[in-house]
């Protein structure tokens, strides 16, 4: 259902504003785009309201890995599942399936919420029941993006969507903030019930996306294939293994911010808020970034460089005994986290058949899934030493281990030359 035809081919002399924004003046990629902001925009506002809620409940920081761990859980093992189906059904109905799946999670919280029944070990549930909805969804929305764009845009498109969702981890918490203080928790959680219908809406406007994979064979057989897919693609596993060792590690500091705002800093939901949002200002600056940068540049070296800048800058955002301070390390550093994540993907994208991409696109859910899964030896430790010893460790490891995978991988070294392959096919 490709209306790549809509994009006129790229001038010589073409601007980064016009290289970036080229995508969105394809119909159908715009509405995805539209339902993108709306979910992510909820999503974004839940990651302030829920861990607060849950930090709130029970005074312990280790509530928020376990509530973060019930999400990724499912997330984890049902990916590959949610990666076979978008391959071999349409990606927009699934899309839409589990965004209604994930409304009503929601409001069950929402009504547990409001006549005051909420309890700690309903939201264990909650997240749980968001997790398995995750996978379901998010390799669909990560593979239809081929269905509307051609692959030499499919670099920039793919920035302008993470862009987009780095926008929404922005404006969310801060947005969620001020509701909570305007209107209440209560008035903030059905603010994004009502982005989440929305984003369901959008999605069903946006035409039949048939699946890549004519298949014969049974669904747990496709998502063997995939497995089989990574073992026979050796470069293209690395990529996926080297993308999760900071997104393990050194990305679960966002689960702990509430110990930060309050334990450390003593600034309350409106200090979380801004913490938040400046690391959503970072990501988005990051992946805006990639969205505006010549496809045709080394990748391996930016990825590298990306890595130093976020673990080292958020090593000293937790070790800063300032707020503010902490505010704009935060901001820096997940400038070079969001440059990371962004090549990573995009580079993987690049390079895989679309027969495999949105199986392919599942084993990224881990990227997701880990930073929650992180969170818990992250909390675990926090409730021990502290906040700042925890996530500070914990960046040293990621930039240690990420180091010794580049030196030790020469098939991740030649990463370069097989996009460049990539591209010049296209």
């Known amino acids: 259902m490709s209306e790549s035809n809509e994009s006129a081919p790229a001038a010589p002399g073409e601007t980064r504003w016009r290289r970036a924004t080229d995508s969105l003046r394809n119909r159908q990629f715009r509405r995805l785009f539209i339902g993108n902001l709306a979910f992510f925009l909820a999503m974004g506002g839940q990651g302030l ?3 607060w809620i849950a930090l709130e409940l029970t005074d312990d920081p280790f509530a928020l890995g376990v509530t973060g761990a019930a999400m990724a859980l499912p997330m984890f093992f049902l990916s590959p599942l949610g990666g076979a189906l978008a391959d071999r059904v349409d990606r927009r109905n699934l899309i839409a399936g589990a965004l209604s799946m994930a409304l ?3 409001a069950i919280i929402y009504v547990l919420l409001v006549t005051d029944r909420i309890e700690f070990w309903h939201l264990v549930v909650g997240s749980a029941c968001l997790g398995a909805c995750f996978p379901l969804q998010m390799p669909a929305r990560a593979a239809i993006v081929a269905n509307l764009v051609e692959r030499k845009r499919l670099g920039a498109a793919m920035g302008v969507n993470m862009t987009g969702m780095n926008l929404t981890q922005m404006v969310g918490p801060a947005l969620a903030g001020m509701l909570a203080s305007g209107v209440g928790i209560e008035g903030a ?3 994004n019930l009502g982005l989440y219908v929305i984003a369901i809406g959008a999605t069903f406007s946006i035409g039949s996306a048939p699946p890549a994979l004519r298949s014969t064979v049974s669904l747990l057989e496709n998502v063997f294939e995939g497995f089989r897919y990574l073992r026979s693609d050796r470069m293209v596993a690395l990529l996926l293994l080297f993308g999760l060792v900071p997104q393990f590690l050194a990305m679960p500091f966002q689960q702990v911010l509430p110990v930060f ?3 450390v800093w003593g600034v309350g939901p409106s200090g979380l808020g801004i913490l938040s949002t400046s690391v959503g200002i970072g990501a988005m600056v990051g992946s805006m970034y990639i969205a505006t ?4 540049k ?5 990825m590298m460089s ?7 800058l958020i090593a000293a ?3 800063s005994g300032s707020f503010w301070l902490g505010v704009a390390l935060a901001f820096a550093g997940n400038i070079g986290g969001s440059i990371f994540r962004t090549v990573n993907n995009v580079a993987i994208q690049l390079v895989i058949p679309d027969e495999v991409r949105g199986r392919v696109s599942s084993f990224l859910m881990m990227s997701v899934s880990l930073p929650l899964l992180g969170g818990l030896p992250v909390t675990w430790v926090t409730r021990t030493y502290g906040a700042p010893t925890a996530v500070s460790g914990a960046c040293v490891l990621a930039l240690v281990l990420g180091t010794g995978f580049v030196l030790g991988s020469s098939s991740l070294r030649r990463v370069d030359d097989r996009v460049r392959a990539k591209l010049a096919e296209s």
């Open 49 to 51: 309201i829920r861990p």
């Open 104 to 106: 009503l999670t929601e």
């Open 189 to 191: 959680y059905a603010f």
């Open 261 to 263: 705002a309050r334990d």
């Open 293 to 296: 940068r010549d496809q045709q």
């Open 298 to 302: 080394a990748r391996l070296p930016l």
């Open 306 to 312: 990306s890595l130093v800048v976020f673990c080292v």
């Open 317 to 319: 955002f937790a070790l």
